[in-house]
């Protein structure tokens, strides 16, 4: 008999754990050695095996330190000036506290043994971040007399220096705290609500990075600018225990906490990192040590392995319910009703209405997977027109111009759009799906009412095919010729009908859970679709995957908005610009990205 390996080319592996996406993916949160006096907003500074505890509230604020291990916390000399909520840099044998509540500009330096008190702060303040070591930490941010600040400050070794401020003042922010001075990240905090604002220093000047994917403050913070950890914090409420890592671009989702708190502090490296006090509440002695293996197996899409632990065999796989959303880069020109197409790093915003009663557009932008440049406009400006294709090879059809409905379609080469073939039926607010550019559906609409129509587009010209069965407008769809699915719309009222069609006829299936129109939305096929955003109303951020019978609510996008810009599938997606539906545009794009996991197999 001929093995596995033979025909396939390799062995299942036989392996004791899940492998994981990367060495931090398979990090963990274990028990440490309890502090001796439970309490809230400490100072923390140090590595995960000699690390220092300073000061913080129990029901009152203390001068308790200690100092831990790796396996327990001891006892040491207390600090001068009695406080909580400061910030601390540097390492067990020379660290640095400065700030506190109440308001306060106090620094103290720590030798190993005892506490120095050395020169203040130029501006007192409570709940800042700080990074570095202790001849120069930096104290960024916090809340001062009165409100939140943007001061930064660097300390030389004898004195602080005002230094660039924030681009946002906040409070309640963390920082990873093993950066040095030249190079460090602040993250989160709080603004007028819970943030998820992360900002890069050089030395010099702050810039804005990517966003943590959940908004906290009272979070904590361990390891560089380009391998950091945030974990913990308060959402206002609740308290979160979600864990995530920095790796110089974007942040991912690890393993949480296992004790939920805000007011913690931290410790050490995004390898090996520390937990410790904080507000449960009440307060808390717990420690939790973060270690990341050192050895693990790579997780590969499609990879067949035996589990000896759970006596299975499995398959690696993307699972479209485990995904978040993460910020893109912003558009250069924010607009509504546009219409978007391509895949998540290589996109199209096309048309749309400007803000400010602008009109309507013609300005098209291509996205790379980090940024928008505008490309060649389309010959007729259009709002609610819709596209498929590619960011090289796309048709745009349909909308609204700035006098009348239209049925013009226009080709676009990657630099430039040429008239082709219109539309049997001019119309605003319709769907569509398309494989590529030559093999397209057009659907539903609004003429002077909602239409059923749907056409198709054989690189030529449009035919007439079968109808929807509930003619609507404004609503999201995708797919290809034959498998696409259509979703949500304006009949008389606001719906979440949900259509299939099979390349012959349209069925239709399980209803969205969600109500809604303009919202943004795109599938692969009729069996595994995607939608986001739109008017309820109010405006919402929810997002629902369907899997080919029934939507399941997904995480939300960070910004609620409607009439936005769409792309990719139900893997990865990309939401755009939009409106509030009155006078806000957003120039906001976000990128969902499906998880990456190891699914039981299952004979049926």
């Not at 792309?567 to 998880?595: C, I, K, P, Q």
């Amino acid at each position: 008999m001929a093995e596995y390996k033979g025909i396939k080319g390799f062995k299942v592996q036989t392996v004791s754990t899940d492998p994981a996406a990367s060495a931090i993916a398979g990090g963990t949160w274990a028990s440490g050695g309890s502090l001796n006096t439970a309490r809230k907003g400490p100072g923390g500074f140090g590595s995960q095996t000699e690390a220092v505890a300073s000061g913080g509230f129990t029901t009152t604020s203390v001068t308790n330190s200690e100092s831990y291990n790796g396996t327990s916390w001891t006892e040491g000399n207390d600090i001068n000036n009695v406080r909580f909520d400061m910030a601390a840099a540097g390492t067990e044998t020379a660290g640095i506290i400065f700030s506190g509540d109440p308001y306060s500009a106090f620094t103290e330096t720590y030798n190993g043994t005892s506490y120095t008190e050395v020169g203040d702060l130029n501006t007192a303040r409570q709940k800042p971040a700080g990074f570095g070591a202790q001849p120069s930490a930096i104290c960024a941010g916090g809340e001062g007399v009165p409100g939140a600040t943007a001061v930064v400050e660097t300390w030389n070794g004898s004195s602080w220096t005002e230094v660039g401020d924030l681009n946002t003042a906040r409070f309640g922010l963390a920082a990873a705290i093993q950066a040095p001075s030249a190079n460090g990240i602040v993250f989160g905090g709080y603004i007028a609500n819970d943030s998820a604002l992360a900002e890069t220093w050089n030395g010099s000047s702050w810039t804005e990075v990517s966003d943590l994917n959940t908004s906290r403050y009272y979070l904590a913070g361990a390891g560089t600018q380009t391998d950091a950890l945030a974990f913990g914090g308060s959402q206002n409420p609740p308290r979160v225990a979600n864990t995530e890592n920095w790796n110089g671009t974007s942040w991912t989702e690890v393993a949480d906490l296992s004790t939920v708190r805000d007011n913690l502090a931290g410790a050490g490296t995004a390898s090996l990192g520390l937990a410790f006090g904080g507000n449960v509440p009440p307060v808390t002695n717990v420690t939790e040590e973060w270690t990341v293996p050192s050895v693990f197996q790579q997780l590969n899409l499609g990879q067949v392995f035996y589990n000896s632990t759970s006596n299975a065999f499995k398959v690696t796989k993307q699972s479209a319910p485990g995904g978040t959303w993460a910020s893109g880069g912003d558009v250069n020109t924010s607009r509504e009703t546009v219409a978007g197409n391509g895949i998540q790093t290589a996109a199209l915003m096309i048309g749309g209405l400007l803000s400010g009663g602008g009109g309507v557009s013609a300005l098209n932008e291509s996205y790379n997977g980090s940024s928008w440049t505008e490309t060649g406009d389309l010959n007729t400006a259009r709002s609610q027109l819709r596209s498929e294709g590619n960011y090289t090879a796309t048709i745009a059809f349909g909308g609204s111009t700035a006098t009348a409905v239209s049925a013009l379609n226009e080709s676009f080469n990657g630099t430039s759009w040429t008239e082709t073939g219109d539309l049997n039926t001019a119309r605003r607010g319709l769907a569509s799906a398309g494989a590529n550019n030559t093999a397209v559906l057009a659907i539903t609409g609004y003429t002077t009412t909602n239409v059923g129509n749907v056409e198709s587009w054989n690189g030529t010209s449009w035919t007439e095919t079968t109808d929807v069965n509930t003619a609507r407008r404004n609503l999201s769809g995708g797919g290809s010729n034959t498998s696409a699915l259509i979703f949500g719309g304006y009949t008389t009222v606001y719906t979440n009908i949900n259509e299939s069609w099979n390349g012959s006829a349209w069925t239709e299936t399980g209803d969205m859970n969600t109500n809604r129109i303009y919202h943004g939305g795109d599938a692969a096929s009729n069996t595994s679709a995607i939608a986001f955003a739109g008017d309820v109303p109010p405006l919402t951020s929810n997002t629902e995957i369907w899997d080919g019978s029934t939507w399941t609510e997904v995480n939300n996008l960070a910004q609620a908005r409607n009439a936005l810009g769409d792309a990719g599938n139900a893997t990865a997606a990309l939401a755009s610009s939009g409106s509030d539906g009155s006078t806000t545009f957003y120039a906001v794009t976000e990128e969902w990205t499906a998880a990456t996991v190891n699914s039981t197999l299952t004979a049926s």
